[in-house]
């Protein structure tokens, strides 16, 4: 049976001057996962926007044709109504929060459908364990971080059991155990509940396996419906930015069609004798490059940013940092990592002078210039040439989009017109704090971040990044600490903290077993020609030299 359908549907934003959906025809079954991808502003939000209903009811604009979800037509039909077959996660959590504690948030939707005391208590137990939230019950989600919020907001969504569930970037905010947890979790749902699953995101390496279809969209427009494998055949050639980090390295390797995932891409390269040896568990072959701390900071003098003996504590008593040591050098370009409110953005926002510490001390050489996860706080103008100056709205790449409003723009531009506006003052910032600052945005947005990263850190800016995403900390860190319980826990070049692991990995670093000290495909591919070359020397040498035959010493 057909759960989704959309029906030549065609649609433009207000003020637009391309459609964002294109003529548009799809139909997805119950029980299927699809995942949808593209590039920011191919159509992926749009698409779930006018699955829900929302678009065009909320955003208005130009729409025509017709969508159908689980039987009900979206122009007879209003959100509302859409919801009791359909749950939606937004890019933005924040914005679907409406009541005051986890609990009362997870209960609403159901109260909403008249069910009983004993049906409700038992859907928020069942929600709040699947998520692993079970401890956020009784907190208020004012107080929530980032990726704890996105995942009560899925909870609200998943409570009801809807037919099927659209989630636009559902794993941006989530740490990498959080996150590959919840993909799983979709499939387990997808599998016994029969529920169908439409998930878009950036990050394809978390949910190409578990999906059985992925149907990438450009402009509006379906340009692959395949297979995951199938789609990363189509991506080498047609949209190289789609291609995941092991793809890219099994590409970079000769390996055709690409596996898919980490498990197949591992396979692939033992099969045909490119893997190299797995690296020691105590990191041993990045250790001897590791360059020691005091080095590291000599370079520099004085201190851009330096927290001692800080603490953040609630009123409750809970404490988010617990006796934080810190110090950013004018340059350093260092990432900050660490499982959900583990007290990152705390951390930043007690920087930048937005929350007090309990106790301990700040010390900043000059503005702090923060960009915090919910970049729709940062657009307050009615145009998108109004947030900001013709110079920062070019260095953002928005300039063509000056006259849209900020709300109709995709996640990742709005994430990149906030860095903007963080950025655009007379005096230049002493140390930037960027909070998550790759959701919503593809890898061509991630590439750029990176590169304005370094330009910061030239510039003289220390650049401090909260990020749940490996390849961005792999392109643009020299420096990664590691976050727990409020506390520091590791200080490190990338390679030390990324090499190894399994889930603070790189895909390419998980591939290949930490070998190396390789993160990214192409560091990987250049590991692999090495093994290679070394196993043809090899094997020449015992051409050169052939050992006697079995037995024939003895016979002599």
């Known amino acids: 049976m057909t759960v989704l359908a959309f029906e030549r549907v065609s649609y433009r934003y207000p003020g637009a001057d391309r459609l964002a959906l294109d003529d548009l025809s799809l139909t997805i079954g119950e029980g299927e996962f699809c995942v949808l991808a593209g590039l920011s502003a191919s159509g992926k939000s749009t698409l779930l926007g006018a699955a829900c209903g929302i678009v065009p009811r ?6 025509a044709g017709r969508v159908t979800v689980g039987g009900l037509d979206t122009r007879d039909h209003g959100p509302g109504a859409v919801a009791a077959v359909a749950g939606v996660l937004f890019q933005d959590p924040e914005t679907q929060t409406v009541m005051s504690t986890v609990r009362a948030e997870l209960a609403f939707p159901l109260e909403n459908r008249g069910w009983n005391g004993a049906a409700i208590a038992r859907g928020v137990e069942e929600a709040a364990l699947a998520l692993g939230i079970e401890d956020l019950l009784e907190r208020a989600t004012h107080e929530l971080s980032g990726g704890e919020l996105q995942r009560v907001a899925l909870g609200a969504a998943l409570v009801g059991r809807p037919r099927v569930v659209l989630l636009d970037e559902p794993t941006s905010q989530l740490d990498p155990v959080a996150g590959d947890e919840l993909i799983w979790l979709l499939r387990r749902l997808n599998e016994e509940w029969g529920m169908a699953v439409v998930l878009a995101e950036h990050r394809l390496e978390r949910c190409l396996a578990a999906a059985d279809r992925v149907i990438a969209l450009d402009e509006g427009r379906v340009v692959c419906d395949a ?16 291609q995941t980090p092991a793809a890219r390295l099994a590409a970079a390797v000769g390996i ?19 893997l190299p040896p797995r690296a020691a568990v105590d990191g041993g072959d990045t250790a001897a490059r590791r360059p020691r701390r005091s080095e590291r900071r000599a370079a520099s003098t004085g201190a851009a940013l330096e927290l001692r003996g800080a603490w953040f504590e609630w009123p409750d008593g809970r404490a988010t940092l617990r006796g934080v040591d810190l110090v950013l050098r004018p340059g350093e370009r260092v990432a900050l990592m660490g499982r959900n409110g583990a007290g990152k953005s705390t951390l930043l926002r007690c920087a930048a002078g937005l929350a007090k510490l309990t106790r301990g001390r700040i010390a900043c050489s000059g503005r702090a210039a923060l960009l915090l996860q919910h970049p729709a706080d940062y657009l307050l ?44 003052a007379p005096e230049p910032p002493a140390v930037v704090l960027l909070d998550e600052p790759t959701r919503g945005m593809d890898r061509s947005a ?13 510039a003289g800016a220390a650049v ?16 990664v600490l590691l976050m727990a319980e409020g506390r520091l826990i590791a200080d490190a070049p990338p390679a030390d903290v990324l090499g190894g692991g399994w889930y603070f990995a790189t895909e390419t670093a998980r591939v290949l077993g930490g070998a190396g000290g390789a993160l990214l495909p192409e560091e990987g591919a250049a590991l692999c020609d090495v093994v290679q070359r070394s196993s043809l020397a090899m094997t020449g040498e015992r051409n050169l030299n052939p050992e006697p035959a079995a037995g024939a010493e003895a016979r002599a």
Not at 58 to 63: A, D, P, R, T, V
Not at 259 to 266: E, F, L, S, Y
């Open 227 to 242: 297979d995951p494998a199938g789609f990363l055949g189509w991506a080498k050639t047609y949209a190289p930015l789609l």
């Open 58 to 63: 909320l955003h208005g604009g130009e729409f």
């Open 381 to 424: 103008a009615d145009r998108v040439g109004d947030e900001v100056s013709a110079a920062g709205l070019a260095t953002a790449g928005l300039s063509a989009l000056a006259d849209r409003h900020p709300h109709d723009l995709s996640g990742g531009e709005r994430q990149r017109l906030a860095l903007a506006v963080v950025l655009d």
């Open 256 to 274: 055709e069609p690409a596996p898919v995932g980490v498990k197949r891409t591992r396979a692939a390269l033992r099969e045909r004798g490119l």
């Open 464 to 479: 401090l990044v909260t990020t749940h995403d490996p390849e961005l900390v792999a392109t643009c860190a020299e420096r």
């Open 446 to 458: 991630r590439e750029e971040l990176g590169r304005q990263v370094r330009e910061l850190a030239a």
